[in-house]
């Protein structure tokens, strides 16, 4: 007998959450005939304001997915958050597609479909109204989500431009109950 295999030790990564958002199978027309493959758009986030999107592509389902869980771990960037929600309304385009996103008070819940649901809750927002227009090609629309999500600014930020008070730039449910994030 050989040499007991000795088990595989994975890497203390902190857990994310990985949602595969669409599996799409794409062919590449070449001399003989048709070459399909399958792209893959996956979703990872921490669920604590960090979240990115990957599209792996390749001839197998799983080393698409693969792929595309390697490029969200690149590609995942840090969102502003307001407690349980975003700290202001922000509208985003990609494509053809056209995502609006607007915070909400707590206990609303996560008032989005499809991929614009899947960014939000891996990056961790627990109270959002969304809407999403144009394009619903799931790609376009996760990643107008993101480009969304990139556009806001912490409320220290925008206080310290604007030369105000923090509770001046909170949104009302935060001034009211004196929370400051």
Same mark, same amino acid.
């Given at each position: 007998m050989g040499r007991r295999r000795e088990p595989r030790v %994975?890497?203390? /990564?902190?857990?994310?959450?990985?949602?595969?958002?669409?599996?799409?199978?794409?062919?590449?027309?070449? %001399?003989?005939? /048709?070459?399909?493959a399958f792209r893959t758009v996956v979703i990872v986030g921490d669920n604590q304001g960090m979240v990115g999107v990957g599209v792996g592509k390749a001839r197998q389902v799983p080393d698409a997915v693969r792929k595309g869980t390697e490029r969200a771990r690149r590609t995942m960037t840090k969102v502003s958050l307001a407690g349980t929600t975003i700290p202001h309304p922000v509208v985003a385009r990609y494509g053809g597609a056209e995502v609006m996103l607007r915070p909400a008070s707590p206990g609303t819940g996560v008032i989005a479909g499809g991929a614009v649901r899947a960014v939000?809750?891996?990056?961790?927002?627990?109270?959002?109204?969304?809407?999403?227009?144009?394009?619903?090609?799931?790609?376009?629309?996760?990643?107008?989500t993101l480009l969304g999500l990139k556009q806001l600014k912490d409320a220290d930020e925008v206080a310290k431009a604007r030369g105000k008070e923090m509770r001046d730039v909170l949104p009302f449910w935060m001034r009211r109950r004196g929370k400051e994030g």
């Open positions: %994975q890497e203390d /990564r902190e857990e994310l959450d990985e949602r595969v958002l669409d599996i799409k199978r794409v062919a590449k027309v070449i %001399q003989g005939g /048709r070459r399909f939000v809750e891996a990056a961790g927002i627990k109270d959002i109204l969304t809407k999403s227009k144009g394009s619903s090609n799931m790609l376009n629309v996760a990643r107008a």
